[in-house]
Nanobody
Framework: QVQVVESGGGLVQAGGSLRLSCVAS????????MGWYRQAPGKQRDMVAT???????NYADSVKGRFTISRDNAKNTVYLQMMNLKPEDTAVYYC???????????????WGQGTQVTVSS
């Protein structure tokens, strides 16, 4: 069984910072791309940032220059450093990991349960 677990959300004032963490654990052979997505109330889930196994990153335009994604391949962990937070960053943040499960033959995307980030004005 595979688990993807996020942590680090919370309440912060506008202009503040938060660091999210996400760990993939369980029965899988390897982790490929990992990423962060967010969903605000009444809106669709959108990509925030992704990172490949080799470290290539991609960001949504709305967070460029403020958020930084990184990963520790040895720990199967991905981070999202968020700075200069704005009220419009308020959302549930979800981690996604593309994993090859033990005994499997195909890569699959696994999602965490999400962590709430609230930015007050």
């Amino acid at each position: 069984q595979v688990q993807v677990v996020e942590s680090g959300g919370g309440l912060v004032q506008a202009g503040g910072s938060l660091r999210l963490s996400c760990v993939a654990s369980g029965s899988f052979i390897s982790a490929n791309a990992m990423g962060w997505y967010r969903q605000a109330p009444g809106k669709q889930r959108d990509m925030v940032a992704t990172i490949t196994l080799g470290g290539t990153t991609n960001y949504a335009d709305s967070v460029k220059g403020r958020f930084t994604i990184s990963r520790d391949n040895a720990k199967n962990t991905v981070y999202l450093q968020m700075m200069n937070l704005k009220p419009e960053d308020t959302a549930v943040y979800y981690c996604s990991a593309r994993l090859l499960p033990s005994g499997g033959i195909r890569w699959s995307d696994y999602w965490g349960q999400g962590t709430q980030v609230t930015v007050s004005s």
